[in-house]
């Protein structure tokens, strides 16, 4: 950090706060253990919890892959690990599903529910199971990225606690399993993604989108590591989800400039993505990519083909994409709409005072700002 930010005036200061830092994720990492073991063991069922460190060396990996037990359905098993595992609110779950916090509720009560009534024995996996999990573990370490990288509700754009923790257990993953081309397109989606965390605000915590970023600084290291990942991942065919949203990624970390975005070849590769792991938000984020390919009128079009699926009727990401384009197109009076809707949607401090400046920004003329 220090190459590219330079030193702090104070670096004492500044190590003095990074160890406090991981003292306290230490300190977390040990109460959420504490708190949520006794939730996952039913008292009259002997517990089958034996740790193989040498095959599973992480904690918090080695429950996630007892939380995601296969008697359980994949979503209850995703939800479930957030929940007790990664330290996500309920709210925080059920954002991440699309669903309302007292519909995720009422999933997790079912879910622990079953436990008991079936008495399910949870043990920690030995590694050679782990492939059968695989699925499960992998979405909750993408969702724990997802939320730490963009945090729902908070005044801080980022939560990296959470992103450090899903960097840390892709590499766990990828240790493990080095030849599973899902891992790898994972953890290449994680560093692609990631290389961009010290240009998404300025100095003044302003957002920055991604044509207003500086690409000189973004993590030179994390874009050839995952670049190489990705090509390794893609070899497979079909190639993955994970490989796929790491290709998309890869479209942006390789483009010297915004305006060198090979627009086309992101539709091509979110057309893929749809077709094997279809998803409100995939479509959602393809109707962008095709009104950066092909204009703001397309884009709108491609948006409202997909608007009135349910799952994003709360979804704050659809109102936002509507104002970018509308506004783009000189459309003023439905940007202005568009953007109030998505300000109410929006519980993120960092993106809620950058769209109000969109907002306000509304009657300049359109080349005077992004």
Request: glycine share 4%.
């Amino acid at each position: 950090m220090w190459e590219s930010r330079g030193i702090p005036d104070r670096p004492g200061a500044w190590l003095t706060t990074v160890a406090r830092r991981r003292a306290l994720d230490q300190l977390r990492r040990d109460a959420t253990l504490a708190r949520s073991l006794p939730l996952l063991v039913d008292a009259e069922v002997e517990p089958e919890i034996e740790i193989d460190e040498a095959e599973i060396p992480d904690d918090r990996l080695r429950l996630i892959c007892t939380c995601c037990h296969p008697a359980l359905a994949p979503e209850a098993q995703v939800a479930l690990t957030l929940r007790l595992l990664c330290g996500l609110t309920t709210a925080e779950v059920a954002r991440a599903f699309l669903v309302s916090e007292p519909t995720m509720a009422a999933r997790l009560t079912r879910a622990k529910k079953k436990i008991a009534a079936a008495k399910i024995p949870y043990r920690v996996p030995p590694a050679r199971e782990l492939p059968e999990r695989l699925s499960a573990v992998l979405g909750v370490v993408h969702l724990v990225f997802t939320t730490g990288h963009t945090a729902p509700v908070s005044e801080d754009l980022v939560r990296r606690d959470l992103v450090e923790r899903a960097l840390d257990l892709a590499r766990m993953l990828r240790l493990l399993l080095p030849r599973d081309p899902d891992v790898a397109g994972l953890l290449a989606l994680i560093l692609l993604t990631d290389a961009r965390r010290e240009t998404r605000v300025d100095r003044t915590g302003r957002l920055l989108v991604l044509e207003e970023q500086d690409r000189s600084q973004w993590d030179a290291a994390e874009i050839r590591e995952g670049l190489l990942l990705v090509h390794e991942a893609s070899c497979h065919r079909p190639p993955g989800r994970y490989a796929l949203q790491a290709a998309i990624a890869a479209v942006h970390a390789s483009a010297r400039t915004w305006e060198a975005t090979d627009w086309d070849e992101v539709v091509s590769l979110y057309d893929g993505l749809c077709a094997i792991w279809p998803s409100p938000v995939v479509a959602l984020n393809r109707a962008v990519a095709i009104g950066m390919a092909q204009g703001p009128e397309a884009g709108l079009r491609a948006i409202d083909e997909i608007a009135g699926q349910p799952e994003l009727a709360g979804y704050r990401y659809l109102p936002a994409a509507r104002a970018d384009f509308l506004r783009r197109a000189g459309r003023v009076a439905q940007a202005r709409t568009e953007y109030q809707a998505a300000i109410a949607l929006t519980d993120n401090g960092v993106e809620r005072e950058f769209l109000t400046h969109r907002l306000d920004q509304l009657d300049r003329p359109p080349d005077d700002h992004l």
